[in-house]
């Protein structure tokens, strides 16, 4: 049985004091469900603050949105993953559409950095995605196919708990428009068979698969009745406690 995750992505939203009035809220609402998981991944100067926060909250995890592969270093600006795992991460995001689009992200560095999550015992939520145009040429799959095999092929996990991979087509993103659940739980078996191929079917049962792209707390019951989807990637409908929290409670 996999257990549903609804994960925020704050993407570089939330100042101190509105994170705590939103973390807050948002733990009032949820407090009492049971049976489904919650990340929270805000920008890196709220790490600490949320993770006093969340602190003994069972079901609740910390989740960053990046990180740079090595431990440590002449890597101005860059954040490793024991400095993640000093601040109570247990998650972290590895190539969202938006830092391959906008920060030279390769199926390379996304490789790298997953190998460096996995290695300190960070669970990597891994993007795949198609643009609009591949879409439209009809090669989702082709596309999602080819970013799982060139930033998984070669990584080492022993049980499926240990990777979340997102399913976040890109024209869906902050957009309104989403992927209808049938769609998208399509493209979910294509995924789930493309893990098998790369770790074996029961590493790959395990693997919890999400849904992202402008996710609704009007849109959620849809996404989460299909089989093979396992939770949502939340961005803009997690910066308020009341949309996220109705999201958590789909
Ligand atoms: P929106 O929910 O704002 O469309 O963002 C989705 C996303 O990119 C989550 O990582």
Known sequence: ??????????????????AHKLVEDLLAKVNGVSGRDIAICPPFHLLADIEKLIEGRDSIYLGAQDLYWKDSGAYTGEVSAPMLCDVGCKM??????????????TDQTCFNKIAAAISHKLVPILCVGESLEEREAGKTEEKVVAQLRADLQGQKIESGDQLVIAYEPIWAIGTG???????????MII??????EIFGAEIAQQV???????????????FMNCEEIDGALVGGASLKADSFAKIVNY
Do not use: C
Not at 1 to 18: E, F, H, I, S, V
């Open 1 to 18: 049985m996999r257990t549903p995750l609804l994960a925020a992505n704050w993407k570089m939203n939330m100042a101190r004091q509105d």
């Open 92 to 105: 972290v995001i590895i190539g969202h559409s938006e830092r391959r689009a906008m920060f030279a992200e």
């Open 177 to 187: 428009k989403t992927d209808s659940p049938e769609n998208a739980n399509k493209t």
């Open 191 to 196: 995924l789930r068979q493309t893990l098998a």
């Open 208 to 222: 919890r698969l999400l849904y992202g792209g402008s996710v609704k707390p009007e849109n959620i019951a849809g």
